[in-house]
Structures are given as C-alpha cells and as structure tokens.
Nanobody, 112 residues
Framework: QVQLVESGGGLVQAGGSLRLSCAASTSIFSFFRMGWYRQAPGKRRDLVATIETSSRRTNYADSVKGRFTISTDSANKKVYLQMSSPKPEDTAVYCC?????WGQGSQVTVSS
C-alpha cells in the first residue's frame, strides 16, 4: 500500500518561511501528478500546487502564486512545498496527494 507522510508543519510568523515535505513509500514516478492541498477549519479542501512528476510542469492556486514553490526530489522520493512570505490566511492543514492517494496532513499556523 502506497503511503504519503507529510512533515515540516508548525507555527511560522507572517513574512517568514517554511518548507513542507512529503515522503512517498514508492518512487514518485509511480504518480503522474503530485500536489499539495489545504483545508482551513470550516472550509473545503483547496488545491495549493501540483507538479507532474516527469515533466515537472507546475500549477498553482492564484492565492499562492509567487510565494509558494512546489518541487520534487526523485532520489529521496519526496515532494516539497516551500512557503515564502506566508500570510495568516494560509493557516490550514496541508495534505500531500498523489493521483488520489492522500497523506494524513500537517498543520501550518501563520501568526500575524
């Protein structure tokens, strides 16, 4: 069974930086596309960013364009989300996904 495990969440000040990691139990090339999604309390889960594992083509939500960067490390079977200049409205549980497979999520709290 494929597993995705997120790490790197926590408390960060607005304007700071934080990097989330997603470790896959199998080669990331087993997935056509991997991504990060987030869900704030009382809100639906929204896409943050996706990356096609072979082409490295990326897609970002408008709200994070220019601030967040998704990347992969195929040798270590990881996907990263670099969060720069986070805002309080970025506070949410961030989940890693690969073609319908989901991690447990990692809480990110941005303080003002």
């Amino acid at each position: 069974q494929v597993q995705l495990v997120e790490s790197g969440g926590g408390l960060v000040q607005a304007g700071g930086s934080l990097r989330l990691s997603c470790a896959a139990s199998t080669s990331i090339f087993s997935f056509f596309r991997m991504g990060w999604y987030r869900q704030a309390p009382g809100k639906r889960r929204d896409l943050v960013a996706t990356i096609e594992t072979s082409s490295r083509r990326t897609n970002y939500a408008d709200s994070v364009k220019g601030r967040f960067t998704i990347s992969t490390d195929s040798a270590n079977k990881k996907v990263y989300l670099q969060m720069s200049s986070p805002k309080p409205e970025d506070t949410a549980v961030y989940c890693c996904s690969g073609d319908g497979c989901w991690g447990q999520g990692s809480q990110v709290t941005v303080s003002s």
